[in-house]
Structures are given as structure tokens and as C-alpha cells.
């Protein structure tokens, strides 16, 4: 009854939700939040101020209009002055603005794959609470039914009432975990939408990530190799450490923003070289010399002015870019250790969350399966206590969400190596 009227909420609430008309895969979810994602977009809309940088790094000194008059004398002028930048100026600010442009490049591409990793994060959790709610369900159908046969024993005489109780709390736990699954199930779903930016009720049906294997709800038909072992179609995978850190190491957006970094300090030395090189003013235009006389006089004047570079050699700016270029050289130095840290431990929690659930399919699934059949039939027939088949069904339990949080634990490493290496396996 309990489990009819959960169902039935859960019918009427998901269907009361916006859902995707489709499965959605990891890939899709993936290229949805980069689509979406407002955090990614406040991240891209650097490039924005980035190119007005570049455009007012590129503007030409507006010219100047003079004037000047002489009351004594009679004589005015009026006339254009200009700066002429010498130097290569306009051409090194340009450099120096498109350098801190690729900056932002390579802190958008981080961006992306920080969302990347999130977003797998995100999927399997909820892939997780799904398949644990199957899971539950799974297990509390069996409780009932060892729930029922204790009744049905207990009525004809052949156990006590003792073993009823047992078995009433097994099922009454079952509920329990079940209804306190919903809610984690609603949260990772909320996760989720928020990383893709939909509305928090809308209804994702996942399908099951790549190198995520499924779960085993039944016992499989035993296929034995001719050393009597379980055949089962599991793949080690193989990925050579050296390589996956050259990998790292020429993808990783941190590094690339750290080469950016470095060429916009040497532009930066560059303009601020070039700013020791004054700048040429130039003036022309008419001198009026309004004489005694009726008649006036129209001449042409030209000047020109350059600054002396005595005070100012703009020894702060140059020895900022060279500082800069020390710091960035020497966080490189770190960086590249930090990335050769990350790939190996990634590395080496991936292979060992593999291993985990490789054993989990291979030697502990099937175990506890046909532990519980044994157990559940030898109480049947009257030869165990009801504690063997609930022990058995707790242990059934913990292997079957252990093998769970194992494959969930194996795709976190995944997007942890993913991570670490900069790029998709």
C-alpha cells in the first residue's frame, strides 16, 4: 500500500513538471550548461571589455585647436596642433591589449572545462540517486515478501512472533530510506538544472554515462571460462601516466593563460620602452597682423615641440614588466608541478576506483545475489532463522550501494582526470 502511494505522488508530481521530450546523455547535459550556464557567460563577457581595450588601445590622439592673440602688437594666430606618437607607441599598446585578450581566452577555455567537470559531477550524482531509488524499490518488494512469509509461518505455528517483528523493522527501514532518497533525488535534480540553467522543476531523464556500467537487478546466467571463473565483459582501461601529463601540460587553460601572461608583460616592457621616446608636436596655421592701416596681414606660422625624457624614463613601468615576467616564469615553474601532481593522483584514483568496481561485478555482486536466494529459500523450507535472510538482505544492501557509489566514485575520477589533463578522455 505504501508503495503504491509513493509511486502515485511521484507519477502525479513528476508529471505535473516540465521534462526533455528525450533521454538526456552526459554530452548533451554538457553542451547545454556551456550554452546556458549564466556563470560561463558572466566569464565570457570579457571578451567584450577585452575588445574595447583593444580599440581604445588603438585610438590616435585627437589634434588640438591654438590660438593665440597679442593686443599690443595686433597679431593673432589660429591654427591644428597634433601629437605625433613616435616610437611604434600605438602599435605596441594594440600588442599589449591583444596579449590581454588571450588572457581572457584561456580563463573562458578554464571556465569551460571547470563547467565540464561540474556538470559530470552533477549528472552522475543524480544518475546515482535514480538508480538508488530503483535500488530501494527493489529491496523493499523483497522485504514485503519475507515480510509475508514470516506472517504466513508465524500464523501456521512454525515460528515465533518474534521474527515477525524483525522482519516488520527490516520493511519499515526499507520505507524510511526510500522517502529520505526522494529528497536527494529532488536535490541532485536541482543541482543539475541549475548548472544548465533550466527551471528547477523541469524533469531530467538521464541515460547511462559512457564507461559507466549498468546495474545488475538480476542474477546473470553463469557463463564459466575453462578455468571455471565468471566471464563478465569488463575492460581494463589502459592510459600511459607520461603521455596524460604532456597532454596536461600542453592543454591545460592555466598554463596557456600563464604563456598569455608572459607575453603581455614582455609587450608591456615593449610600450614602456617605446614611451621613453617623446612624442613630436606639430602646429600650423595663420598669423593676422592687423596693422595701423585698413588692410591686414595674412601669414602662415609652423612650430613644432618635443619632450625631453630627463626626469621620466619611465623606469617604474619597465621595471614592473620585468618583475612580472620573474613572477609568471616562476609560477609556470609551480605550475607544471601542480598539473604533474593532479594527472598522477587522478590517475592513480581512477585505476583504483575501476579495480573497486571491477570486483564489485566480478566477485561481490553475484556473491551477495546468490547469498540472499540461498538464505531466503533455506527460511522457506524451515531450515534458518529469519535473521539469515535479513542479514543476508542487509548485506545484499550495502553491496548493492557500494557497487553504486563505486561507479558514481569511478566517474568523479574520470572528470577529476579530465580535469587534470585539460581536455576529454
Given at each position: 500500500?505504501f508503495?503504491?502511494l509513493?509511486?502515485?505522488?511521484?507519477i502525479?508530481?513528476?508529471?505535473?513538471?516540465?521534462?526533455?521530450?528525450?533521454?538526456?546523455?552526459?554530452?548533451?547535459?554538457?553542451?547545454i550548461?556551456?550554452?546556458?550556464?549564466?556563470?560561463?557567460?558572466?566569464?565570457q563577457a570579457k571578451?567584450?571589455i577585452?575588445?574595447?581595450?583593444?580599440?581604445?588601445?588603438?585610438?590616435?590622439?585627437?589634434?588640438?585647436?591654438?590660438?593665440?592673440?597679442?593686443?599690443?602688437?595686433?597679431?593673432?594666430?589660429?591654427?591644428?596642433?597634433?601629437?605625433?606618437?613616435?616610437?611604434?607607441k600605438?602599435?605596441k599598446r594594440?600588442?599589449?591589449a591583444?596579449?590581454?585578450?588571450?588572457v581572457?581566452?584561456?580563463?573562458?577555455?578554464?571556465?569551460i572545462?571547470?563547467?565540464?567537470?561540474?556538470?559530470?559531477?552533477?549528472?552522475t550524482q543524480?544518475?546515482?540517486?535514480?538508480e538508488r531509488?530503483?535500488?530501494?524499490?527493489?529491496?523493499?518488494?523483497?522485504?514485503?515478501?519475507?515480510?509475508?512469509?514470516?506472517q504466513k509461518?508465524?500464523?501456521?505455528?512454525?515460528?515465533?512472533?518474534?521474527?515477525?517483528?524483525?522482519?516488520?523493522?527490516?520493511?519499515a527501514?526499507?520505507?524510511?530510506?526510500?522517502?529520505?532518497?526522494?529528497?536527494?533525488?529532488v536535490s541532485?535534480r536541482?543541482?543539475?538544472?541549475?548548472?544548465?540553467?533550466?527551471?528547477?522543476?523541469?524533469?531530467?531523464?538521464?541515460t547511462?554515462?559512457?564507461?559507466?556500467?549498468?546495474?545488475?537487478?538480476?542474477?546473470?546466467?553463469p557463463?564459466?571460462?575453462?578455468?571455471?571463473?565468471?566471464k563478465?565483459a569488463?575492460?581494463?582501461?589502459?592510459?600511459n601516466?607520461?603521455?596524460?601529463?604532456?597532454v596536461?601540460?600542453?592543454?591545460?587553460?592555466?598554463m596557456?593563460q600563464?604563456?598569455?601572461?608572459?607575453?603581455?608583460a614582455?609587450q608591456?616592457?615593449?610600450?614602456?620602452?617605446?614611451?621613453?621616446i617623446?612624442n613630436?608636436?606639430l602646429?600650423?596655421?595663420?598669423?593676422?597682423?592687423?596693422?595701423g592701416?585698413?588692410?591686414?596681414?595674412y601669414?602662415?606660422?609652423?612650430a613644432?615641440?618635443?619632450?625631453i625624457p630627463?626626469?621620466?624614463?619611465?623606469?617604474?613601468p619597465?621595471?614592473?614588466?620585468?618583475?612580472?615576467q620573474?613572477?609568471?616564469?616562476?609560477?609556470?615553474s609551480?605550475?607544471?608541478?601542480?598539473?604533474?601532481l593532479?594527472?598522477?593522483?587522478?590517475?592513480?584514483a581512477?585505476?583504483?576506483?575501476?579495480?573497486r568496481?571491477?570486483?564489485?561485478?566480478?566477485e561481490?555482486?553475484?556473491?551477495?545475489?546468490?547469498?540472499?536466494?540461498k538464505?531466503?529459500?533455506?527460511?522457506?523450507?524451515?531450515?534458518?532463522?529469519i535473521?539469515?535472510?535479513l542479514?543476508a538482505?542487509?548485506?545484499y544492501?550495502?553491496t548493492?550501494?557500494?557497487?553504486?557509489?563505486?561507479?558514481?566514485?569511478?566517474?568523479?575520477a574520470?572528470?577529476?582526470?579530465?580535469?587534470?589533463?585539460?581536455?576529454?578522455?
Amino acid at each position: 500500500m505504501f508503495t503504491r502511494l509513493l509511486s502515485t505522488v511521484l507519477i502525479i508530481y513528476f508529471l505535473a513538471s516540465p521534462a526533455f521530450a528525450e533521454s538526456l546523455t552526459l554530452e548533451e547535459a554538457i553542451g547545454i550548461a556551456i550554452q546556458n550556464n549564466p556563470q560561463l557567460k558572466a566569464v565570457q563577457a570579457k571578451l567584450g571589455i577585452s575588445e574595447a581595450e583593444v580599440k581604445t588601445a588603438a585610438a590616435r590622439p585627437n589634434p588640438n585647436l591654438v590660438s593665440n592673440g597679442g593686443v599690443a602688437q595686433d597679431t593673432y594666430q589660429a591654427g591644428i596642433e597634433q601629437t605625433i606618437e613616435l616610437g611604434g607607441k600605438r602599435r605596441k599598446r594594440v600588442a599589449v591589449a591583444r596579449a590581454q585578450q588571450a588572457v581572457v581566452h584561456s580563463e573562458i577555455a578554464e571556465a569551460i572545462l571547470n563547467l565540464r567537470a561540474d556538470v559530470r559531477r552533477a549528472y552522475t550524482q543524480l544518475y546515482l540517486a535514480q538508480e538508488r531509488e530503483k535500488a530501494y524499490e527493489e529491496i523493499l518488494q523483497n522485504t514485503e515478501k519475507l515480510l509475508d512469509i514470516t506472517q504466513k509461518r508465524e500464523q501456521a505455528g512454525d515460528i515465533a512472533k518474534l521474527d515477525v517483528l524483525q522482519a516488520d523493522i527490516t520493511v519499515a527501514n526499507a520505507k524510511n530510506d526510500l522517502q529520505t532518497l526522494i529528497s536527494q533525488l529532488v536535490s541532485a535534480r536541482n543541482h543539475l538544472n541549475t548548472l544548465l540553467n533550466q527551471p528547477l522543476e523541469t524533469t531530467l531523464t538521464l541515460t547511462t554515462p559512457s564507461t559507466f556500467p549498468q546495474v545488475i537487478t538480476e542474477v546473470p546466467s553463469p557463463e564459466k571460462t575453462e578455468t571455471g571463473a565468471l566471464k563478465v565483459a569488463v575492460q581494463k582501461t589502459d592510459f600511459n601516466l607520461d603521455r596524460l601529463i604532456e597532454v596536461a601540460l600542453q592543454n591545460r587553460p592555466e598554463m596557456q593563460q600563464n604563456q598569455n601572461a608572459q607575453d603581455a608583460a614582455r609587450q608591456k616592457l615593449a610600450l614602456a620602452k617605446a614611451n621613453r621616446i617623446p612624442n613630436l608636436s606639430l602646429s600650423s596655421g595663420a598669423d593676422i597682423v592687423i596693422p595701423g592701416g585698413n588692410e591686414n596681414q595674412y601669414n602662415m606660422f609652423f612650430a613644432t615641440s618635443v619632450g625631453i625624457p630627463i626626469f621620466n624614463r619611465q623606469q617604474g613601468p619597465i621595471q614592473r614588466a620585468l618583475a612580472e615576467q620573474v613572477q609568471l616564469q616562476q609560477a609556470q615553474s609551480a605550475l607544471k608541478n601542480q598539473i604533474t601532481l593532479e594527472v598522477t593522483n587522478a590517475y592513480n584514483a581512477f585505476f583504483a576506483h575501476q579495480d573497486r568496481v571491477m570486483r564489485y561485478e566480478t566477485e561481490l555482486f553475484p556473491k551477495a545475489q546468490e547469498i540472499v536466494e540461498k538464505s531466503r529459500r533455506s527460511f522457506e523450507e524451515g531450515k534458518s532463522s529469519i535473521l539469515i535472510p535479513l542479514n543476508a538482505q542487509q548485506a545484499y544492501i550495502d553491496t548493492r550501494l557500494g557497487y553504486l557509489q563505486a561507479m558514481v566514485d569511478m566517474q568523479d575520477a574520470i572528470s577529476d582526470l579530465e580535469r587534470a589533463i585539460g581536455t576529454g578522455l
